[in-house]
């Protein structure tokens, strides 16, 4: 269990009800909004904007949040895989996507809760590993999850604009 400055209750990681999806989007928004840089790439700005869709139309992915005492302190998305003709856009194997910390809730252990609450779920579900991507508006997330073990994938790299590359990463789940 983290040692926490803020909890008021206990720390649970647990699925979010689509009742809660509304608050989950806003906290992300919110998180990915204040990593932009003061003059950022189109397709950031168009990412953000597609935040809220991503967390709030039904679908396959599991909504995972770190509930502190009540209150959602970190959510992440585990979205299935989404196979095909090798290419943009596919990739055999689940993906942790729009993990996300309450700025005042960092550095307590809540997003390792998550990714290994999501690690879990993925290896319970048959996979042998998992995936994300990340980009260098992330330093923070990229450093951990390298040392997390999760390696560098190219091949699901992709550049929404000219020069934005979005780094794919995956840790085998042994
Ligand atoms: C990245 C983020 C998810 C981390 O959440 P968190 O709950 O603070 O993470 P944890 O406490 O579980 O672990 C933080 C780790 O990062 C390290 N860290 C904290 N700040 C750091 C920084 N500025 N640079 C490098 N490492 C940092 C901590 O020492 C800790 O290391 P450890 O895993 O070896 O113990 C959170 O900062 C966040 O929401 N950032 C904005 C959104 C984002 O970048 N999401 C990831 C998208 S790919």
């Not at 926490?4 to 919110?30: K, S, Y």
Request: aromatic residues 6%; charged residues 20%; glycine residues 10%.
């Amino acid at each position: 269990m983290p040692t926490d400055r803020f909890a008021v209750g206990p720390v649970v990681v647990r699925e979010a009800g689509p009742e809660e999806w509304p608050e989950i989007a806003e906290l992300t928004t919110e998180v990915y909004a204040a990593l932009a840089p003061s003059c950022p790439p189109p397709s950031w700005t168009s990412y953000l904007g597609s935040i809220a869709a991503t967390i709030t139309q039904p679908g396959e992915a599991r909504r995972l949040v770190v509930d502190v005492g009540g209150r959602i302190a970190a959510s992440v998305l585990l979205c299935p895989p989404s196979p095909g003709p090798a290419g943009r856009g596919t990739n055999p194997h689940p993906e942790l996507r729009l993990l996300a910390v309450r700025a005042d809730c960092r550095n307590s252990g809540l997003a390792g809760r998550l990714i290994e609450a999501c690690e879990q779920w993925a290896r319970r579900d048959g996979h042998d590993a998992i995936t994300l991507h990340t980009t260098s508006l992330m330093p923070a997330a990229k450093a951990m999850y390298e040392r997390r073990g999760y390696l560098r994938a190219p091949e699901l790299d992709f550049e929404p604009g000219p020069g934005f590359v979005v780094w794919g990463y995956r840790r085998p789940l042994l």
